[in-house]
């Protein structure tokens, strides 16, 4: 975590020297994407599952919605900097949030709970969450070829590869300038961002208490139809009001797929494996957003709107929907011992 913060720090910092676009291209695109890649999603699953066994959901909705209060915070201010100062402005803003964290993170963060003398919290029995039953080898490790053999594996890719697309790709990338191109205001747009960042962290915290609760697989499909139905309401918007509307929807939904998917990932494949599982699995939501963001700049360029790539987008997530409700909940079994795997042969 320290070094990913450090490394986003020099790329933000390198940003405001910029002066061309393959600049832009290494800096932004190679540097800061690698960074964010050490604090995205993968770290809250490692640390939610090497601290927490009781209420494990609760704690990822809680550690994944952290991103939306930093873009309710952050958006509409770094937009109100970047149009009365510049986007230097914005970026130096940004730099100093990310120095201010690196000392926090070197000082308090700890790896496991045996470094301070505790067991994971929780981890006297408990009942299963999501109905699933215990976990595949929690005291042995699923190897990624294995996983790579599975249905689970790639119907959770393939969500989540729609899951990118939707969020990271279409929105992330293209909800302002459509919101530009329908005449709001760019303050604007950004403070409707901000509303979808507040919201997200209600329906991320939500989704991650549901999932103790409710069966992750139904929960995700849910979440998929959410935010479909979003997504085709976006072409049609032409003021604030209903921009408002689209961003109460996708707000709820917006990073609320995290919890049931990571859920999913270890009750399947066990707490020690889904680290570097759930790390492949969200390989292919990065994927997915960059060739939507890619696809959608595309459209916008040669029909002059966004209008089919948000309508693709909900299609797709329909599609997500389905993915989701054919993943068989079923845990793993570990790897034979040597011994045994030649005693059966």
Not at 174 to 198: F, N
Not at 271 to 281: A, D, E, N
């Amino acid at each position: 975590m320290a070094g990913s913060l450090a490394l986003m720090a020099v790329g933000v910092g390198l940003t405001t020297l910029m002066r061309e676009y393959w600049q832009l291209l290494i800096l932004w695109g190679v540097v800061i994407g690698v960074a964010a890649g050490g604090t995205a999603s993968v770290l809250s699953a490692t640390v939610a599952n090497r601290w927490f066994v009781a209420r494990r959901g609760v704690v990822l909705g809680v550690l994944n919605s952290a991103n939306s209060t930093g873009q309710l915070i952050f958006l509409p201010l770094m937009m109100t900097v970047i149009v009365t100062v510049g986007w230097r402005g914005g970026s130096l803003l940004l730099l100093a949030a990310t120095f201010a964290m690196i000392p926090l993170v070197a000082l308090w963060m700890r790896d496991d709970p045996a470094d301070i003398g505790l067991a994971p919290y929780g981890s006297t029995p408990v009942p299963a969450s999501g109905g699933a039953g215990a976990s595949a080898a929690d005291s042995a490790r699923v190897p990624l070829r294995a996983a790579l053999k599975t249905s689970t594996f790639w119907l959770l890719a393939g969500s989540y590869f729609v899951c990118g697309a939707t969020a990271n790709g279409l929105v992330g990338t293209h909800l302002i300038p459509h919101a530009i191109d329908r005449g709001i205001p760019e303050i604007t747009a950004a403070a409707t961002v901000g509303v979808m960042g507040g919201l997200n962290f209600v329906g991320t915290t939500l989704s991650g208490w549901v999932i103790d609760y409710v069966a992750a697989k139904k929960w995700l499909a849910l979440i998929y139809v959410l935010r479909a139905l979003s997504l085709f309401i976006l072409p049609f918007v032409t003021d604030f009001s209903g921009l408002f509307i689209f961003a109460v929807i996708y707000g709820l939904d917006w990073f609320a797929t995290v919890a049931p998917t990571i859920a999913i990932a270890s009750d399947t494949f066990g707490k020690r494996s889904v680290g570097i599982i759930y790390g492949w699995i969200f390989v292919f939501h990065q994927i997915g957003g960059a060739v939507a963001a890619t696809a959608a700049g595309a459209v916008r360029v040669s029909l002059g709107e966004y209008h089919y790539a948000f309508l693709a987008g909900g299609l797709m997530a329909l599609i997500a929907a389905g993915l989701a409700l054919s993943i068989r909940s079923r845990p793993l079994p570990p790897p034979l011992p040597p011994r045994t795997e030649a005693a059966r042969a």
